[in-house]
């Protein structure tokens, strides 16, 4: 069965720049390691992707669609079609007071709330690009199709995981979805600014039409916790 657009599928890729085959992403645990990109937080073994949604670049979800469950394949793709057009007036100079460390070229930095990354230090002043991370780049995915998720806890839970990279407990009961929050996700940042992109992607591309998030309360979560004496 061909993919198509909507289609809730389990993707393992690994993404590398077109010019020098530098590793910036994959879902390979052995490859992250070898490539020096390993983050023992991260969740490798494959994405659940909606296809279509935007969830990849445009040029990899774009492929994906009239291939096959199993297929594994490569694919180069250009600027507008990864990660944009690199814009020459997203480079500015920063006077070195604006900085809490003394920059260094290559050191990643936030200024005004725009993340960017130090490109130049000249005297008192210091140049920033805030380009997106690759902007300009023609990349090549390496990916492989591992499976279609067919039952809708399962698309719940690679849909959460991807985007806060730890699956959760849910359940299903017809039309309705009930997911149970352990307490500190409630303090979540990544979670609290994706649940409603979450949901709204749920119910437009499953038959799930309501989705309850249920926060749990009792004496043991509530008691703090003691030292061992």
Do not use: C
Not at 120 to 143: C, E, H, K, P, S
Not at 201 to 207: K, V
């Amino acid at each position: 069965m061909s993919i198509a657009k909507g289609d809730f599928i389990r993707v393992s890729y690994t993404g590398k720049t077109a010019d020098d085959g530098h590793v910036f992403d994959t879902t390979d645990e052995d490859v992250a390691k070898a490539n020096k990109i390993y983050n023992e937080k991260g969740k490798y073994g494959g994405d659940v992707i909606i296809v279509g949604s935007g969830h990849t670049v445009a040029g990899l979800d774009e492929d994906l669609i009239g291939k096959d469950i199993g297929y594994t394949g490569s694919i180069t793709i250009p600027p507008e079609k990864a990660f944009g057009p690199r814009n020459p007036e997203l480079i500015e100079s920063i006077p070195i007071t604006k900085f809490k460390e003394r920059p260094q070229v290559g050191m990643p930095v936030e200024i005004d709330g725009r993340p960017g990354f130090v490109i130049r230090v000249i005297g008192r002043m210091t140049q920033v690009d805030f380009n997106r991370f690759l902007a300009g780049q023609t990349v090549i995915y390496d990916y492989e199709i591992k499976e279609k998720i067919e039952d809708n806890e399962g698309k719940v839970r690679g849909l959460i995981a991807l985007y806060i990279g730890k699956e959760i407990p849910v359940k299903v009961n017809d039309s309705e979805l009930t997911v149970e929050l352990e307490p500190e996700l409630t303090y979540n940042q990544r979670w609290l600014m994706t649940k409603r992109q979450i949901a709204r992607e749920l119910i437009d591309n499953t038959d799930i039409r309501e989705i309850l998030y249920l926060e749990r309360y009792n004496k043991e979560i509530l008691e703090p916790k003691t030292a061992d004496k």
